[in-house]
């Protein structure tokens, strides 16, 4: 039980220690270590000091009381009661401390006193010194403080006793006159500490503030920024390894970009080639290969028109079917190489005849909606709108299951953002490797390439949305890109 409230203490330290600024922490330890310091110090000193001016008190007492009680021991043999009040009386205005003096007879009886007229009676049972007492005190505590009360046997006690009461009064008056003066000294000391303890913070947190706020740039990406040294001390060290480390960090980054440049214009110069390779290839299915299979075809058909033999007629005209067929796959595959459309029509035409060939070709439902404006895209983006929708709806004709799909290429702001939706079974596109699957991994180069992105939102039975988003920079935004 005692145990867990010690840790919940702990920890309520603890947390508090930690939840506060480094500023507030200094400040207290300052604070509290002076303020400790001098409450002990004040607290110790006091009471060294009381017992000092207590024994002080006493002394004075028994000191005054055997001066007394020699003094007084003629005067009482003579019975000269007169010169005897004289005596305490002039010893009283001596001393300042002295409350009180008085002389009793062996019997009791008071034989002369300092009290005025009346005298307190309960004083005589108070204290009391035999014959061989060399004094004999006691405390008394009275309406007006503390009295120490001497008794001193005077001759031997044959001639009675003799008490003096040393009031605490100056005793007091310099305990508080101390007190006062400690109180002052503390009061000035604690302001000296909160000032220089303002100035250790400033001195110790101005150069953590300026790593702190030099790190959050960094992290944001900034790695230019550097922290002068300040002092020689383990700071000193932190702001050097930081510096060092920003400057590595800079490093770093500068390669990393040239990387970056350099697999870029790698990429750019891999689809340049290809589009180019593969609108060579598809001119030259196009005006070599079909043109020879067409004229092929023509003289198939001459002779059709000319053959008698009913057998060699029914091979030529299946030669020519199969020729005929052969002439469509060239031409499909001319169109899937490089559509003719796109460089002289647009990507709106092109994008028309290759989804209604998909449509047809694969028996699913498609929309294509486009809204690009009167102007033609830079032919560099129309390319890759065309490529990313011909892969993604080859993913959907080839895994998606779906019944239908739509194309939307929309011109919106500076950027052209283009959607390709199916209502299939989804997939989840976090567990996609780029192992073997390039298809979706050529539509974010792609778009990245040109300072775009892709996102996809899918999920098993949700059906599949492709988003490309690519940005209409200008060509002096562009130079600073690439
Ligand atoms: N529209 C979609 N509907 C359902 N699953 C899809 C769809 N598109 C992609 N996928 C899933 O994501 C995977 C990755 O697609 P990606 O196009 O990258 O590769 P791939 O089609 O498998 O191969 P390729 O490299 O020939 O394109 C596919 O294998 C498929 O599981
Ligand atoms: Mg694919």
Not at 80 to 98: G, M, P, R
Not at 376 to 381: A, V, Y
Request: aromatic share 6%; proline share 2%; net charge negative.
């Amino acid at each position: 039980m005692k145990t867990s409230r010690w840790r919940d203490w702990a920890q309520w330290f603890w947390a508090f220690a930690g939840s506060v600024s480094i500023r507030t922490k200094i400040f207290g330890i300052v604070l509290g270590s002076t303020l400790l310091l001098s409450v002990a110090f004040t607290l110790q000193f006091r009471a060294v000091q009381i017992r000092l001016l207590e024994q002080k008190a006493r002394e004075q007492g028994v000191s005054v009381a055997r001066d007394v009680a020699a003094r007084a021991t003629d005067l009482i043999l003579i019975n000269d009661l007169y010169a005897l009040h004289q005596l305490l009386l002039e010893t009283q205005s001596n001393y300042q401390d002295i409350r009180y003096i008085f002389v009793i007879d062996p019997q009791g009886e008071v034989l002369a006193h300092t009290f005025g007229d009346e005298f307190p009676i309960e004083l005589l049972d108070a204290n009391w010194a035999a014959g061989d007492d060399f004094q004999n005190t006691r405390v008394l505590q009275t309406n007006e403080g503390m009295v120490w009360d001497v008794a001193v046997p005077i001759f031997d006690g044959r001639a009675g006793v003799a008490r003096v009461g040393v009031s605490d009064t100056s005793l007091r008056q310099t305990i508080t006159n101390l007190t006062t003066q400690l109180s002052v000294t503390i009061v000035a000391v604690l302001t000296a500490s909160l000032l220089a303890a303002t100035f250790l913070t400033w001195l110790l947190t101005r150069p953590i503030l300026a790593l702190v706020s030099a790190t959050e740039a960094v992290s944001k990406g900034d790695f230019s920024q550097r922290v002068p040294r300040w002092a020689d001390d383990e700071i000193g060290d932190l702001a050097e390894a930081f510096n060092q480390m920003t400057a590595e960090l800079a490093r770093a980054d500068e390669l990393q970009r040239e990387r970056e440049q350099l697999r870029r214009q790698l990429l750019e110069g891999v689809i340049a080639a290809q589009e180019d390779e593969r609108r060579r290839i598809a001119r030259e299915l196009h005006d070599s290969t079909s043109q020879s299979l067409t004229s092929l075809m023509v003289s198939l058909r001459n002779i059709e028109a000319v053959c008698e033999k009913p057998q060699l007629l029914e091979q030529v005209t299946n030669m020519r079917q199969v020729l005929s067929q052969t002439l469509d796959e060239v031409h499909n595959l001319a169109v899937q190489l490089r559509p003719a459309a796109l460089d002289d029509l647009g990507l709106e035409a092109a994008l028309g005849r290759f989804v209604q060939e998909w449509q047809r070709q694969h028996r699913i439902q498609a929309d294509l909606t486009v809204h690009i404006g009167e102007n033609r895209l830079p032919e560099i983006i129309e390319t890759a709108i065309y490529r990313i929708v011909q892969e993604a709806l080859t993913n959907v004709a080839r895994h998606a299951q779906a019944t239908s799909a739509s194309v939307l290429v929309h011109h919106r702001q500076r950027d052209v953002v283009t959607v390709i939706e199916d209502d299939g079974i989804g997939f989840d596109p976090g567990t996609v490797s780029a192992n073997g699957h390039l298809g979706l991994l050529g539509i974010r180069e792609r778009a990245e390439l040109l300072q775009g992105r892709m996102t996809i939102e899918s999920a098993p039975g949700k059906g599949t949305s492709v988003f490309v988003s690519i940005p209409l920079l200008t060509p002096e935004e562009n130079g600073e890109i690439t």
